[in-house]
């Protein structure tokens, strides 16, 4: 039997997102819940941050040149603390701030508390001599009146959600949620619970990768619905495949998509709908699926679970960004350096599991079958590594952070 050739991973990937049109519909959400949602519409400041100068220290207000040298005393004026406004400084008097406070009109340096002594008269010592601008957020410095502070497309995050709060949004135009449906296919399969593991039959398996694709699928923000696992038939798969794509926008499954003669989803999906991509030059990870049912993306990875965790990694968490409308889906790699020796080139794109030591340099995980699930629990992340590349100690390797790829 004859074969296409294996399909590049940057080809297939580049495949897979062309596919990816942004979905219809959006929603407003409340800061509170727009945590991981991605952005509609730009944010735009209708004022600017600071919105005066005001104080970066508890402190003095004061004019530098009221203090010709160290240890000049000056009359306290005003006290001032944040959220109140003082009146124009009198020149040759100081004025007590507090952090975040407007500085007065006439003061042109807040010296910090530290820098100076109160005295029981209700005067103060400078003891330094001042610059001008010491210690003063001026007015717009953080944002300008008018200016793009989230572009459209951004996934947000903590970060983003107060610097939506600084400048007044209560609310946030957001991509609607991908509706994806989720199954497993594999008689061996057993959900952890049902079965004991002292009871647990011959050639019986948990289903592992149920948990983490759905934990995965929902961390970038789809709203998920588990089919649960579906029996190794046909028309089984079938009737499952039917009704998952009249109301998803994605189906991922997992298992089924090789050449066994158990393996049904890739003949379903080919009966039901089209298969546009299948068998990708990655390892591990190799039967990878893509392809529609109806208006349903169809999304099929291996069963093997370090596979099954990769291909989503790697393939399906960028697809599921640019549903969303996020433009710059790559994840973010560091360069970092082996220490090990990996002599087994393979002809795939590989991705190995490592971790950082104490040095800094990338540990290998000793056993990089596809089936070791400990490893990625054990890892920081993936060595991404070019089809036919040998590593040696000391080489220099992309790494692909789990903090990444997992988020």
């Not at 020796?341 to 990338?362: I, Q, S, T, V």
Request: hydrophobic share 45%; with cysteine.
């Amino acid at each position: 039997m004859s074969r296409l050739p294996l399909k590049p991973l940057d080809e297939a990937l580049a495949e897979l997102l062309v596919q990816a049109a942004p979905l219809a519909g959006s929603e407003t959400v409340d800061l509170f819940g727009a945590d991981g949602r991605v952005l509609l519409q730009a944010a735009v400041s209708e004022l600017q941050v600071p919105p005066q100068d005001n104080s970066a220290m508890d402190g003095y207000a004061l004019r530098c040149a009221d203090v010709p040298a160290p240890g000049a005393v000056l009359p306290v004026s005003q006290r001032i603390p944040a959220g109140s406004v003082g009146t124009a400084l009198a020149a040759g008097t100081a004025a007590r701030i507090f952090t975040g406070a407007p500085v007065p009109e006439g003061a042109d340096v807040v010296v910090m508390q530290e820098d100076c002594e109160a005295l029981e008269d209700g005067r103060v010592r400078v003891q330094v001599l001042p610059t001008p601008g010491r210690n003063i957020r001026r007015a717009g410095e953080d944002i300008a009146l008018g200016a793009q502070v989230l572009a459209a497309g951004t996934r947000l995050d903590p970060a983003a959600l107060g610097l939506a709060a600084s400048i007044g949004l209560a609310r946030l135009p957001v991509a609607r949620r991908p509706r994806l449906a989720l199954f497993s296919t594999g008689d061996e399969l057993v959900m952890p619970g049902a079965v004991p593991p002292a009871a647990m039959r011959p050639g019986a398996i948990y289903n592992s990768n149920r948990f983490f694709l759905r934990a995965l699928a929902e961390r970038l923000g789809c709203e998920v619905t588990d089919f649960g696992i579906v029996p190794d038939r046909l028309d089984a798969t079938q009737d499952v495949l039917r009704e998952a794509s009249r109301e998803h926008d994605v189906i991922l499954t997992s298992g089924g998509v090789s050449v066994g003669e158990e393996d049904h989803v890739k003949p379903a999906v080919q009966a039901l709908g089209s298969l546009n991509l299948w068998m990708v030059a990655m390892k591990p990870g190799k039967p990878f699926a893509y392809g529609r049912i109806d208006g349903a993306h169809f999304m099929g990875l291996p069963g093997n679970p370090v596979s099954s965790l990769i291909t989503f990694m790697v393939l399906v968490r960028p697809f599921l960004l640019r549903l969303q409308g996020v433009a710059d889906v790559a994840p973010q790699s560091v360069a970092a350096t082996a220490a090990f020796d990996w002599p087994r080139a393979d002809k795939r794109r590989e991705f190995l599991r490592a971790r950082l030591n104490a040095a800094g340099e990338l540990e290998l995980f000793a056993n990089q079958g596809s089936g070791v699930l400990t490893s990625t629990v054990w890892g920081d992340g993936l060595i991404d590594t070019p089809p036919g590349q040998s590593i040696a100690r000391g080489d220099r390797v992309r790494f692909l952070p789990f903090a990444e790829l997992l988020s």
